[in-house]
């Protein structure tokens, strides 16, 4: 039984979740069918040139890094497509009419974007659990990175549709900042195969965390400690979340 | 006994995007269970005080309350009480009609039987039944209009704001949108609106405020403010091809309007009629008839905005 209070908040979740699920080929199929044509490319191609840790297929080592790339563009896309929509058609205007407040706001948001990078997620995890000789060594950390990431994203994603006017602004957030951090994060190759420099800038790039705590949970093997990877991820989503609830409270962008 | 705060206070409310002030401090009351008319012309602000009432929009400065709740430090006890209906159509691609007012009542909590019994009740009551199931852009200009105001409606709220609802709909959805509007007022609703159509202003509305460049000007009582206008206007019926020409200095002077069957005169209260009409025989004008009336809402409202027709 949820309280009466949080009702509100609620509604916005379902009617999020039931927004991307009315355009699931869009919004779950494509994102799978995608993450699996790198699979297949990426894995073939070089599955038999490269180890990255000792005893694991590169397309072992790419699964996670591609279940989480999907994770985390998918639960950005959710909020940030979900907002400058709903600003381009003016239906914010009904949920910013109502009594739901920034905090049940920011989490309907958020948590609707958890539920789509899970559901994404889980499709190329599945595909790839199939064709490939994947196992889970602490589904704990799995699970937790998993959501972890998501509800960043879907709060990086929250920021982006609060500041776009519109949906030009939205592309060049996800070109010029998502889309090279997370393809930079170690998706495809460990971080110790990389030169001096490129390794130590790695350490600068949030994305790198979440990805390399994530497959920690397959393999027990990573670049960094998945302890500081959880205290990184866990301080990147605080630090993000007091910056939608600052944006939500002041009406910035949204109520002015 | 205690005293009933007013529907809606508007204290001194400000609101500047960023050097341009939109409201210079705007101060008044509206009574609880008023029909109340906003009215300015175009940039007077009246949109943008509504949306800080409703919460659209944040003031710069000053305060507003709903029934004594501040919609800044108490919005959701304000919220509930407002209901909107916004100026620009809105569209939602993803959810049918019957959807969003699902969504809306769940937004203000409200779910269950007897809520569901309320939404047919808008359905039907705004002849959206036929379409419960379409998608917005299904849906004509009209039609569009109506589920907004079925939004609006569906948290049952004490004050219903009405922003330009009328503006490009047609003359039976007008029709019905006014019956709807004055069965809501006689339940006790408080309902503002704002429109260009001054004369549904003068019908509808016990109380008028009329704003210009993010001030008020006047608030008073529809009837009041009638009354206390200094004009009268005169209707003057010639011949056919009579012009203007021929009529002496004191009557061109007070010329309001003219066409090919006569023309209007604006007349102070204090003047004589009989002093007016020596002025017409005078002109040498062949008169059919005259009729007398005092100034509709429109002509005080152009007086007092210095706007043209």
């Known amino acids: 039984m949820i309280p009466i209070a949080w009702l509100g908040g609620w509604s916005l979740f379902v009617k999020e979740v039931r927004r991307f699920y009315s355009v699931a080929i869009q919004t779950v199929f494509a994102p799978v069918v995608a993450s699996l044509l790198y699979l297949l490319i990426f894995g073939q191609v070089i599955d038999t040139r490269m180890e990255v840790f000792s005893d694991l297929d590169y397309s072992q080592f790419l699964i996670p890094g591609l279940v989480m790339m999907t994770i985390l563009q998918n639960a950005f896309a959710n909020t940030s497509s979900s907002l400058i929509q709903s600003k381009m058609h ?167 | 006994m205690s005293i009933k705060p007013p529907a809606v206070s508007f204290q001194q409310v400000q609101k500047h995007y960023g050097d341009l002030p939109a409201l210079n401090g705007v101060t008044f009351d509206v009574r609880p269970g008023c029909f109340f008319g906003l009215l300015g012309p175009n940039g007077a602000g009246k949109s943008t005080l509504i949306n800080c009432m409703s919460g659209l929009v944040r003031p710069t400065g000053g305060q ?102 009328t503006a490009g709909v047609d003359v039976d959805l007008r029709k019905t949108l006014w019956e709807f509007t004055k ?32 001030e008020l000007k006047t608030l008073e009582s529809t009837e009041t403010l009638l009354s206390r206008h200094n004009y009268r206007y005169l209707r003057v019926k010639t011949g056919q091809g009579h012009g203007t020409e021929s009529l002496v200095d004191p009557l061109q002077s007070r010329l309001a309007d003219q066409d090919g069957n006569g023309f209007l005169l604006r007349l102070e209260k204090d003047l004589a009629l009989n002093d007016v009409l020596a002025w017409v025989a005078q002109s040498g004008v062949s008169v059919q008839g005259i009729t007398s009336r005092d100034a509709t809402l429109e002509e005080v409202f152009l007086d007092l905005t210095g706007e043209t027709k």
């Open chain 2, 183 to 214: 069965s809501l007022h006689r339940q006790g609703h408080t309902i503002i609106l704002t429109t260009h159509y001054l004369e549904e202003a003068e019908a509808l509305c016990e109380d008028v405020a009329i704003m210009k460049g993010g």
């Open chain 2, 64 to 165: 507003v309350s709903v029934q004594g709740h501040d919609v800044i430090k108490d919005y959701r006890q304000a919220r509930r009480l407002v209901g909107v209906v916004p100026q620009e159509l809105i569209a939602d691609p993803f959810f049918s009609i019957r959807e969003l007012l699902k969504i809306q009542s769940g937004y203000f909590s409200l779910r269950g039987a007897a809520q569901t019994r309320w939404i047919d009740y808008l359905l039907d009551r705004l002849a959206l039944k036929d379409k419960a199931d379409a998608l917005t852009h299904e849906l004509s200009g009209g039609m569009k209009r109506r589920v907004l105001i079925a939004m609006a409606l569906v948290h049952k709220p004490q004050v219903v704001v009405l922003d330009e609802p």
């Open chain 1, 90 to 256: 003016g239906n914010l205007t009904f949920v910013l009419l109502s009594p739901v407040s920034p905090l049940a706001f920011y989490l309907a948001f958020v948590g609707a974007s958890i539920v789509r990078g899970l559901a994404v997620g889980v499709g190329v995890l599945l595909v790839g659990w199939i064709g490939f000789d994947l196992a889970w060594q602490s589904p704990g950390w799995v699970l937790l990175f998993a959501v972890l990431s998501a509800a960043v994203m879907g709060a990086v994603g929250m920021i982006a549709g609060i500041v776009s006017d519109k949906f030009d602004h939205l592309a060049a957030f996800q070109n010029f900042i998502i889309i090279p951090l997370t393809f930079l994060s170690g998706v495809f190759y460990s971080i110790q195969a990389l030169p001096p420099f490129w390794e130590a800038a790695s350490h600068f790039n949030p994305f790198f965390y979440m990805v390399d705590g994530f497959r920690y949970g397959f393999f027990q093997a990573s670049d960094v400690s998945p302890g500081l990877s959880l205290v990184v991820t866990v301080a990147f989503f605080l630090a993000v979340t007091a910056i939608n609830l600052i944006l939500l409270y002041k009406g910035v962008k949204i109520r002015d």
